[in-house]
Every structure is written in structure tokens, then in C-alpha cells.
């Protein structure tokens, strides 16, 4: 479990904090979905569950040992991240790219196993055809589809682990958003901890376990999907009227714009 212990964090001279007081348990088995309008603090908050950052007040709790505490060569053994923005200008392989991945699992030279690995988590992610190509000559949603496969592998292996997605499908088509998250998902089954960054309420109703809901760097809400993807909640994240429709014969509600301020809550 990860405990969030009143955190806070302010950059520079701003006058808001980016985070203000933030606590919450996170816990392994499921989904945690980050929500919230632009600006409310997500990525700087998955920075900080990553170990990357520091809060300026309050602390990370990893099984109960603090989170920034830990070696960093420990935590690469049991935490991956995927970041929003992962520029990469020098020909590498894509092979190569998801290699590094299991840099923390070996000395000077990757087993046999390691290499076995990369390559299963490019079939996992539909990439394998690619393995040859240069990195940069990728699309945007080749290259998000590698870096997932990288993150895969340096997960792969004995021991409880931390999966960090900030925004993992924002180059996805839709075939691939929903091969994406299903991993994420499988990888919470298995008794890890996953944390996803998402804009879109429809994949976080879909995917999400639990959901932890920023505005402004507090957090708003936390709780079950089905407990804050309500409208009232949405409406004050997002400053927008939201219906939530349960069409019949799916197991999540769908989120539409509501067609007027007197939209209610529809739950067939």
C-alpha cells in the first residue's frame, strides 16, 4: 500500500501551491485513476508517488517505509514510470529502448532471459515487427506503444512493484488505448500497485478501481468509480455539466455532456 501522509508541494515563488495537503491510501490489486482539469497537480503528484520529486511538506509511505528514503537502484527493481513526455533524438533500436527497461536487473551484460523478456512485452504491446527500427522514426503512438513495452519489462520479475502511467494514451488510437490500460489492469490483478494519469472520464469510468479526484491541488474526492464519476463531483472539478449513462448491457456508465443545466443523473 502506498499511504500519502498530508503532502504539499509549491514551486518557486507561485503563490498557489501545487499540491496542498494531499492525503489518501493507494491501494495494490486495482486501478487508481488521476483525475482532474489542467493545472490541478497530476503529474506533479505522480512525480512525487514515483520518488522523483520531493514534497516540500508531509510524506510517501511505501509499505510502511518512506518512499523517498528508499536507494534509487532499489526502487528501479520495483517501480516503473511512463511519462508524459519522453523525447528521445538518438537512433537507439526500438529493441534497445525496451531494454533499458531491465538495466536494473543486470550487471554489464542482459541474459538470455532479459533479451526473452523485451521481446515478449513488444509482442504484448504489438510491436515486435518494430524491434529493428531506428526509435525516432516512430509515430507518436509507436513510440508510446514502445515505451510501454519498456515499462512492462522492467516490471517483469518476483516481488511486489508500482506501475506510473501519466497520460499513457494521449497518442493512442483506440484499439491501442484499450490494449494499454488492459495491461495496467492485468498487472493490478497480479497484486501490484497501478496509478494512471487520464483526461478522459469515459477510460477512467471504463478501467478505474478507484479514482482519486484533484482540483486546484487538493483532492476533491476519493473513493470507487461509481462513487466520484458522479455529476455533481465532475461539475465541480471541471466547471462543466456531465450526465452519467448505464446503457444497458455494459458493465460502466457512460459520460456525456449534459444537454442542458437540468440534466440528472441517469442510472438504469
Same mark, same amino acid.
Given at each position: *500500500?502506498? /499511504?500519502?501522509?498530508? @503532502?504539499?508541494?509549491?514551486?518557486?515563488? /507561485?503563490?498557489?501551491?501545487? %499540491?496542498?495537503?494531499?492525503?489518501?491510501?493507494?491501494?495494490?490489486?486495482?486501478?487508481?485513476?488521476?483525475?482532474?482539469?489542467?493545472?490541478?497537480?497530476?503529474?506533479?503528484?505522480?512525480? $512525487?508517488?514515483?520518488?522523483?520529486?520531493?514534497?516540500?511538506?508531509?510524506?510517501?509511505?511505501?509499505?510502511?517505509?518512506?518512499?523517498?528514503?528508499? !536507494?534509487?537502484?532499489?526502487?528501479?527493481?520495483?517501480?516503473?514510470?511512463?511519462?508524459?513526455?519522453?523525447?528521445?533524438?538518438?537512433?537507439?533500436?526500438?529493441?534497445?529502448?525496451?531494454?533499458?527497461?531491465?538495466?536494473?536487473? #543486470?550487471?554489464?551484460?542482459?541474459?538470455?532471459?532479459?533479451?526473452?523478456?523485451? *521481446?515478449?512485452?513488444?509482442? +504484448?504491446?504489438?510491436?515486435?515487427?518494430?524491434?529493428?527500427?531506428? &526509435?525516432?522514426?516512430?509515430?507518436?503512438? +509507436?513510440?508510446?506503444?514502445?515505451? *510501454? !513495452?519498456?515499462?512492462?519489462?522492467?516490471? +517483469?520479475?518476483?516481488?511486489?512493484?508500482? %506501475?506510473?502511467?501519466?497520460?499513457?494514451?494521449?497518442?493512442?488510437?483506440?484499439?491501442?488505448?484499450?490494449?494499454? %490500460?488492459?495491461?495496467?489492469?492485468?498487472?493490478?490483478?497480479?497484486?501490484?500497485?497501478?496509478?494512471?494519469?487520464?483526461?478522459?472520464?469515459?477510460?477512467?469510468?471504463?478501467?478505474?478501481?478507484? $479514482?482519486?479526484?484533484?482540483?486546484?491541488?487538493?483532492?476533491?474526492?476519493?473513493?470507487?468509480?461509481?462513487?466520484?464519476?458522479?455529476?455533481?463531483? @465532475?461539475?465541480?472539478?471541471?466547471? *462543466?455539466?456531465?450526465?452519467? %449513462? #448505464?446503457?444497458?448491457? #455494459?458493465? &460502466?456508465? $457512460?459520460?456525456?455532456?449534459?444537454?442542458?443545466?437540468?440534466?440528472? #443523473?441517469?442510472?438504469?
Amino acid at each position: *500500500m502506498i /499511504r500519502v501522509d498530508h @503532502i504539499s508541494y509549491r514551486a518557486g515563488n /507561485r503563490r498557489r501551491k501545487i %499540491l496542498d495537503d494531499i492525503s489518501c491510501n493507494i491501494l495494490p490489486g486495482g486501478v487508481t485513476v488521476l483525475l482532474g482539469a489542467n493545472g490541478a497537480g497530476k503529474s506533479t503528484f505522480l512525480r $512525487i508517488l514515483s520518488g522523483e520529486q520531493s514534497p516540500q511538506s508531509g510524506k510517501v509511505w511505501w509499505n510502511d517505509r518512506p518512499l523517498h528514503a528508499m !536507494a534509487p537502484a532499489e526502487l528501479a527493481k520495483r517501480r516503473a514510470v511512463l511519462t508524459q513526455h519522453a523525447t528521445i533524438d538518438l537512433p537507439f533500436t526500438v529493441e534497445e529502448i525496451v531494454l533499458m527497461g531491465r538495466y536494473p536487473h #543486470y550487471g554489464s551484460k542482459p541474459s538470455v532471459r532479459d533479451k526473452d523478456i523485451v *521481446m515478449e512485452c513488444l509482442k +504484448e504491446m504489438q510491436v515486435a515487427h518494430l524491434s529493428g527500427r531506428a &526509435f525516432p522514426t516512430l509515430s507518436g503512438g +509507436e513510440q508510446q506503444r514502445v515505451q *510501454m !513495452a519498456r515499462v512492462l519489462a522492467q516490471l +517483469e520479475g518476483a516481488g511486489d512493484k508500482i %506501475l506510473l502511467l501519466d497520460e499513457p494514451t494521449s497518442n493512442l488510437d483506440l484499439l491501442h488505448q484499450q490494449l494499454c %490500460l488492459q495491461k495496467a489492469r492485468q498487472l493490478s490483478r497480479k497484486g501490484h500497485i497501478v496509478i494512471v494519469v487520464l483526461h478522459d472520464l469515459n477510460l477512467a469510468a471504463q478501467f478505474a478501481d478507484a $479514482i482519486l479526484l484533484l482540483k486546484q491541488g487538493r483532492l476533491l474526492a476519493t473513493g470507487p468509480t461509481k462513487a466520484v464519476l458522479i455529476p455533481e463531483l @465532475i461539475r465541480q472539478a471541471y466547471d *462543466m455539466d456531465i450526465a452519467v %449513462l #448505464y446503457p444497458e448491457g #455494459y458493465l &460502466f456508465p $457512460i459520460i456525456v455532456p449534459a444537454t442542458n443545466k437540468k440534466q440528472l #443523473y441517469v442510472n438504469n
